[in-house]
C-alpha cells in the first residue's frame, strides 16, 4: 500500500514537473514576442483611446507578448476638455500624456530601434490623427511626424508586422504606397466616418478592404493588420474582440 502510494505520488511529481518545465518553456523570454506599441497621448479627444490602448495590451500581454511603450516627445496639437468636448488653452506633452497610459513605463519614440522588436501596434484616437500626424485637419494631404515615418518605414523594410486600429490605418496608407487597410465598412451608419476616409485613402493608391467591427485586415504582401475599432459606433466587447483579431494576426505574422 505504502509503495504503491510512494509510486503514484512519484508519477504525480514527475507529472506536476513536466507541466512545469513546459509552461517555463512557453513563458520563455527567448520565446516572446517583442512589440513596440506606440502612443499618441491619453484620451480620446486629443491622444490615444483608452479602450483602445488598453484592449492592445491585455490581447499582447495574453499572447505572450514582451511590451514596451513609445510616444514621441512634442506637445500635443491641442489639449480638450473630455467633460465639455472643448479645446481648452492648456499645453501638454505627447511622451508626458502617454505616460499615464503606460504607467510610467514609456520611451522616447526617438529611442526605438527596429532590431530590438519583431512587430509594432499603433492605437486609435484623435491623438494618431493629430499628434502622430496631420490627418484631423489635412486629410490625406496630412504630413507624419518624422520619428513615426522612420519607425513605418523601418518595420516594413524589415518585414516585421504592423498592427493599427481606428483611424491609425491612415499613417500606413500615407507612408506606404500601395497597401491594404481597412477603417470599417463603407456606407453603413454603424460606421458614420468610415466612408470619406476610406476614399481618402483610396485616392492616396491604397485600397481600403470593408472589415466589420469584430474582424481585421491582413495585408499579407506589407505585413499590415488593420482593424477598425471605434470608427464603428459598437458596444465595447465588439471593439476589443476586433482588437484581437489585429493583434492576433500582428503575432502570428512576427
Known sequence: MLLSLLHHS????????????????????????????????????????????????????????????????????????????EPSEEKRNVLVESARLARGNIQDLSKLSVKDHDAIIFPGGFGAAKNLCTWAVQGKDCSVNDEVKAALQAFHSDGKPIGLCCISPVLAAKVLPGCEVTVGIEKDNKYPDTTGTA????????????????????????????????????????????IGSMVQGVLKLA
Do not use: W
Request: with cysteine; charged share 15%; aromatic share 4%.
Open 10 to 85: 512519484g508519477r504525480s511529481l514527475l507529472t506536476i514537473r513536466a507541466v512545469q518545465t513546459l509552461n517555463k518553456s512557453y513563458h520563455s523570454p527567448q520565446m516572446a514576442k517583442r512589440v513596440a506599441v506606440v502612443l499618441a497621448g491619453c484620451g480620446v479627444y486629443d491622444g490615444s483611446e483608452i479602450h483602445e490602448a488598453s484592449a492592445v495590451l491585455v490581447h499582447l500581454s495574453r499572447g505572450g507578448a514582451a511590451v514596451q511603450m513609445f510616444a514621441p516627445n512634442i506637445d500635443q496639437m491641442h489639449v480638450v476638455n473630455h467633460l465639455k468636448g
Open 199 to 242: 476614399a481618402a485613402i483610396n485616392q492616396l493608391g491604397c485600397t481600403h478592404v470593408s472589415k466589420h467591427v469584430g474582424e481585421s485586415h491582413v495585408d499579407e504582401k506589407n505585413k499590415l493588420v488593420t482593424t477598425c475599432a471605434f470608427m464603428c459606433d459598437a458596444p465595447i466587447h465588439e471593439i476589443f474582440d476586433g
